[in-house]
């Protein structure tokens, strides 16, 4: 017997597998059973597949549903870093066996082995991986981030009044509690987090202790004698020079932590994960590569680069009881959500609201057009790569063969004059397959690297609705009432300070990554062609040796 | 009512239109007109289309058929360098209308208009395009070359058997002739050509006074008010240094000459006709090359260089008078045929006959081979010419695009510091747009050639069996009477001679060509990855002037 379920909000799939479903349409669920945050079922129109759980209600158990703060499942799927890798299809794809679904919990490494059972903040969500043409949805109520660590500190103090939307994010990256004031946490210095005015505007105070990671080749490392094994990463801060050894998993509780801890800062997506043949090469120079953009765009953000919790993972050695105090300390940090404001220090100077406003507009404009066209980069690249390793390199083996077919054919030829010519004629054939390969190998070292970085900024510009819609909530909130409450804006100022400095920094560091990228396509293509060049000339080299 | 025809040789169709028939089967033929050597009809298995007139013996008229020697019909066509182009589906296609059939009496240009009326030499046939697989067909009647200017001097004086196929090559070329002792015509010292022992086996004498000529671009001329035009090209052979207008139907006429004139020499086939668009520039275009190309092979072979109808062709100036008489003279030149073998002087030690035939099979081998696997190489490298021109081209262009796709959401950053950026980015776009373009236009500079020379190559290939085949006649008739008659081993060793040296000759001009257009297309591939190169160069320093 199929259960019905009410739809509450719009949902669009994405990837086969998925249905599409309105608000207030009837659906028919298969099970009640879920599957990392996804239901079976049967949309309206007939079609069936997947419905994010949380974006049903389900009709047997309407009121005690109700009771549960509208939350209609326990447990928020979190498809976060699917989604971001354009090559060929098995990327992003969802089975319907569910089998790759990819969640903060997911069955790619074994989670529970050798960590406490209790790791519920693991579960923390980033909003649905949004397509790019819905980064900004004319629906601003689409479910995305819910922190159930902001509860608890929600007090009814409020002379505005509050969003009765409780999946807005502004309501759920704690910016609402925090502009009413709710929020309250002891801040201690080392906390404190500086905005200061630059030329540019707002930005991040710069890490004076500024220092990098390095990642090196995962070993494959076994335990329970062999019966279970797993990647492990050996990284080395500069700041220390010591190598801690992570698992990806230790990656992902970290992203969690990160997430839950900073609303208004674009922490970067881990690299995808797969349940499948995660100890073959490819996926684990690819993923390998994945955390080494992942690092750097951790270590090159002044405030994310000191937190706490980054430090300890980066620092905490083989001491289990170390480990475990630190892991439990990020856990339960009260300057999460709504607190986290409290951190942060704003230049004296307010700024101008109208101002913050149309450079969020701008800023808006700017990540919509951005996410949309790196889709065409990405997709027009992945493509080209693709004909490079297939079709280019077969042309020029076809070639190659043929020229020494023709060398073949004078080869028959008695006379010996011909000999010189019938080898310099083969060996412009080996040199033609050759560059051929050449061109198969190519696309690894100019284009991949720029799909890579390409992957990571869709991750930040899916991030940045959130956190735009943060500073808009509170603006939208202090426009209600002008000049009444001197708190009010000094908060929202808090709150627009730490957007612009968060873009502000997404700028500096896309430029400074763009440039470095296309330097290094470009560097990478002149080699290429100057091997095929040279290539080329000894090619012709033994046409005169012969003579 | 449809005739019926008997046919006499096996026939494969070789172009569109074409269809094939097996000896001895019986044929409807549609009219008893041909059109230009050819007759349209049915063959047993239903197909309809084009066959060539001299293989079909019409059955109402058999009698009278035979009185005339077994030739069937009064014209034999010659589509003889058709279908040595690959590229494209517009060459060698013989549309059902008859249009666009190749002859040397063809529709391209207007014969009659400027010429006197009685040219029935300009009939004189080369054999069928032969296809790569059927070079040296396992029949050897295949009905080639007719030699009308033989049957005058044929006398029944033979002690030796005569051969019964009257199609016989070995027959037609005059070579049985010759060798039974029935050519005779006066020889004067201007007209012999001398084969002298090489270090290689026998060879051409070299051409004392070599020159060379070049062939200008063609200009359009018109006659009768403008009513007619034709173009005209410039030829300028170096031993003169005199400028001589000719028409292709010039060309096409001195062809005709050489063929009935040199039965052992590979007379260099002319670039085929084309019926439709021959003012285009493309063509236009070709044409020349072609024509250039075939100037060249005429210039360097010793003999051909030499002969008066060449250097009357060369030579003659506007004088019409001298013109017409220089065009009468190489038309009822006597030294044809079965007379050529009598200007041949041969190296005084004769040649061992076992080793000419090992050589000459060996040569039959590697033409076989050489002429399957250029094929291949034509084909191949027209494709890859193609693919450059579309695919390679289109990929490129994609790619510079989607640059400047990027470009083009960086700007909408408002940032200062990101325009330098933008602007680099913007330039590696036109840059890979450029690159693109270079692909396009790059198979006309060092593709092309290759093709070129390889329709030239495929021509002599295509003249080479015939050429063996006179050889081998001789060599079988010698056999069949071991010592008996001196003279005819010494007009064997004649036979042989010519052969080999044209054999020797071929291999020259082979190695020669291939090394130079190897070599050509090298440097050209060579200069164009380094104009690549240099526009990414040019690109990456975009990104160092803006840092």
């Known amino acids: ?50 419905i994010p759980a949380s974006y049903v209600e389900i009709i047997k158990d309407r009121i005690s549903s109700n009771n549960n703060n509208g939350f209609s499942s326990p447990k928020v799927g979190t498809p976060t870093h699917a989604s971001y890798s354009q090559r060929g299809p098995e990327a992003g794809s969802v089975g319907s066996g569910g089998g790759s679904f990819h969640t903060s919990q997911g069955s790619d490494d074994d989670w529970d082995d050798d960590w ?162 995660r100890f073959e090469e490819d996926f684990i120079s690819k993923r390998r590569k994945g955390l080494i953009w992942w690092m750097n765009h951790m270590t090159s953000h002044p405030v994310l680069a000191r937190c706490d919790v980054f430090q300890h993972f980066l620092t905490c050695g083989t001491d289990e009881k170390a480990w475990k105090q630190g892991k439990r300390k990020a856990e339960r940090d009260e300057l999460v959500g709504a607190n986290f404001f409290l951190t942060i220090s704003t230049p004296t100077v307010p700024l101008d609201l109208q101002e913050v406003e149309s450079k969020i507009e701008g800023f808006k404009s700017f990540t919509k057009r951005m996410d949309e066209n790196i889709v065409v980069v990405n997709t027009t690249i992945n493509d080209f790569a693709r004909k490079q390793m297939s079709g280019f390199k077969k042309e020029y083996h076809k070639v190659g063969q043929s020229f020494k077919l023709l060398a073949q054919a004078f080869e028959l030829d008695q006379q010996a004059y011909s000999g010189g010519l019938n080898k310099a004629i083969s060996y412009t054939g080996d040199a033609y397959e050759a560059i051929g390969d050449y061109f198969a190998d190519q696309p690894r070292q100019d284009l991949d690297p720029i799909s890579d970085l390409l992957d990571l900024y869709r991750g930040h510009l899916a991030n940045f609705p959130d956190i735009i819609h943060v500073q808009k909530g509170a603006l939208t909130k202090v426009k209600d009432c002008p000049a009444q409450e001197g708190e009010l804006h000094d908060r929202c100022n808090i709150i627009s300070c730490a957007t612009l400095a968060e873009i502000q920094h997404f700028h500096r560091t896309r430029v400074r990554d763009f440039r470095a990228q296309m330097q290094h396509h470009l560097r990478q293509q002149i080699g290429f062609f100057q091997k095929i060049t040279s290539k080329l000339e000894d090619a012709l080299q033994r046409y005169d040796s012969e003579q």
Not at 33 to 50: A, H, I, M
Request: proline share 7%; aromatic share 10%.
């Open 116 to 277: 406490d059972d209790s790791s519920p903040a693991t579960e923390a969500p980033r909003s649905l991986g949004t397509s790019p043409a819905s980064l900004y949805p004319v629906t601003t109520t689409l479910p995305a981030r819910r922190s159930s660590s902001l509860q608890p500190q929600a007090k009814s103090s409020a002379t505005v009044g509050r969003n009765l939307n409780r999946f807005s994010t502004f309501v759920k990256s704690g910016g609402e509690a925090f502009l009413l004031g709710e929020a309250a946490a002891f801040v201690k210095d080392g906390d404190r987090i500086c905005v200061v005015m630059g030329k540019h505007g707002p930005e991040w105070q710069d890490d004076p202790y500024p220092f990098t990671c390095t990642i090196d080749d995962p070993t494959k490392q076994t335990k329970f004698k062999g019966m279970k094994s797993y990647m492990s990463y050996g990284l080395t801060p500069t700041h220390t020079n010591v190598q801690v050894n992570r698992r990806y998993k230790h990656f992902d509780w970290l992203y969690a932590r990160l997430v839950e801890r900073f609303p208004v800062i674009s922490v970067p997506h881990l690299p995808e994960k797969q349940a499948t043949g």
């Open 1 to 50: 017997m199929a259960l019905k379920a009410r739809v509450l909000y719009d949902f669009h799939s994405e990837n086969p597998g998925e249905i599409s479903i309105s608000e207030n349409e009837l659906v028919s669920l298969f099970s009640e059973e879920e599957l990392e945050g996804w239901l079976e079922g049967k949309n309206s129109r007939g079609d069936v597949g997947l």
